[in-house]
């Protein structure tokens, strides 16, 4: 639902703060953090699809060696003291979106989320879920000739984002970058 989340790539999943954590300790540790990170080159990217989403996605499959790969890795673990622990209700919700496979469950029970470290996949999402082929094709061809000029020049990845959600459902809203100063 990019209308809600906005143009992104996860790295954290959301999360609720955790108790006895706070939002200014939370931005001290993205400050901290941003402070030895250094910008990077992202990997080619391309439009595709993921299950049934139209993507912007690496082009080929990320090395975990990767600068990339790695910022995704350290946030999840750098910050997850943080992340309050998933509840029941959390773990259904996310088991429900689709058959997990046994590494996928045990990064959900490890860090409240499946697709992270050695599951993580690059993707910033463009389209809500379009499951009929034609239709798909229809906007996969559409969003490849838009992203096209884009995406004949490198990209650099050069801060982090935190993205806060006002209230329930409400879209995301941007509450600060964290630019790298290593």
């Known amino acids: 639902m990019p209308w809600r989340y906005g143009f992104h790539a996860t790295l954290k999943a959301p999360m609720r703060l955790a108790e006895g954590t706070s939002m200014q300790g939370l931005h001290a540790a993205l400050c901290v953090l941003s402070r030895q990170l250094t910008p990077f080159d992202m990997p080619a990217l391309e ?23 790695r910022l995704a890795d350290t946030c999840v673990r750098d910050l997850d003291s943080f992340r309050d622990p998933a509840t029941v209700a959390d773990l259904q919700r996310l088991r429900s979106r689709g058959a997990l496979d046994g590494r996928q469950s045990e990064q959900l029970a490890c860090w409240g989320y499946p697709h992270v470290l050695d599951c993580w996949v690059f993707h910033c999402t463009l389209s809500d879920p379009v499951a009929d082929d034609g239709e798909r094709q229809v906007w996969l061809d559409l969003a490849r000739t838009f992203f096209s000029p884009a995406l004949e020049r490198p990209w650099r990845c050069d801060a982090l984002s935190l993205y806060v959600e006002p209230s329930a459902g409400a879209p995301m809203q941007l509450l600060r970058r964290y630019p790298f100063k290593g």
């Open 47 to 69: 439009v595709g699809t993921l299950a049934d989403f139209i993507v912007l996605q690496t082009a080929a499959p990320l090395d975990p060696a990767h600068p990339l790969h």
